[in-house]
């Protein structure tokens, strides 16, 4: 098994020493897993939602006969004036 290693301050240390009964290089190795699934999660999750958006977008892109967005743009612009 690969091994890493992680520098921490003094006093954490000694505070993990305190609580010498818990297994630091399991709690890591399960903290260390249960990020890697989470950050997965996300990634599908924003996988899916960037299809669906691109999916809405493509559907509102269409043209409309008659109107032209850079005109309705400027006319809001000339409003605030």
Not at 31 to 48: H, L, N, Q, S, Y
Not at 49 to 76: F, H, K, M, N, Y
Request: charged share 50%.
């Amino acid at each position: 098994m690969p091994i890493i290693s992680v520098r921490i301050d003094e006093e954490l240390r000694r505070k993990m020493k305190k609580l010498g009964y818990i297994n630091w290089s399991e709690f890591i190795r399960n903290a260390i897993r249960e990020k890697i699934k989470e950050e997965e999660r996300v990634r599908r999750i924003d996988r899916r939602r960037l299809v669906r958006a691109v999916a809405t977008t493509d559907a509102l892109r269409r043209r409309i006969e008659g109107w032209s967005s850079v005109e309705e743009i400027r006319r809001w612009r000339d409003r605030r004036r």
